[in-house]
């Protein structure tokens, strides 16, 4: 199973980009799904997760800026991120937990990241 994350990019801050996250392989079904990120000398942290039938959570930096949403027929994950800040400039993850086929238990994989980089 390889996820695949792009979107980010330099942005102003106020500004806003949308990240993406495919995930692909030997795929029977895929649970939670999540954006995390990591900004230089700081430990990976959380910024959101999807359910797969839809329930978010957010951490306290992303509530009523970013918006986590997925489409499960094209097994993609999505974060909307609107008014960003500098402090929002890190490298973003996406994470799935996949089930290879019915009687297997759920596996964690990572997305390799992309940057994002709130900069005036």
């Known amino acids: 199973v390889q996820l695949q994350a792009s979107g980010g990019g330099l942005v102003q801050p106020g500004g806003s980009l949308r990240l993406s996250c495919v995930a692909s392989?030997?795929?029977?079904?895929?649970?939670?799904m999540g954006w995390y990120r990591q900004a230089p000398g700081k430990e990976r942290e959380l910024v959101a997760t999807?359910?797969?039938?839809?329930?978010?959570n957010y951490a306290d930096s992303a509530k009523g800026r970013f918006t986590i949403s997925r489409d499960n027929g094209k097994k993609t994950l999505y974060l909307q991120m609107n008014s960003l800040k500098p402090e929002d400039t890190a490298v973003y993850y996406c994470?799935?937990?996949?089930?290879?086929?019915?009687?297997?238990?759920?596996?964690?994989?990572w997305g390799k990241g992309t940057q994002v980089t709130v900069s005036s």
């Open positions: 994470h799935a937990q996949v089930k290879g086929h019915a009687l297997s238990s759920a596996v964690d994989y």
């Open positions: 392989g030997r795929i029977y079904i895929i649970n939670d």
């Open positions: 999807i359910s797969r039938g839809g329930s978010t």
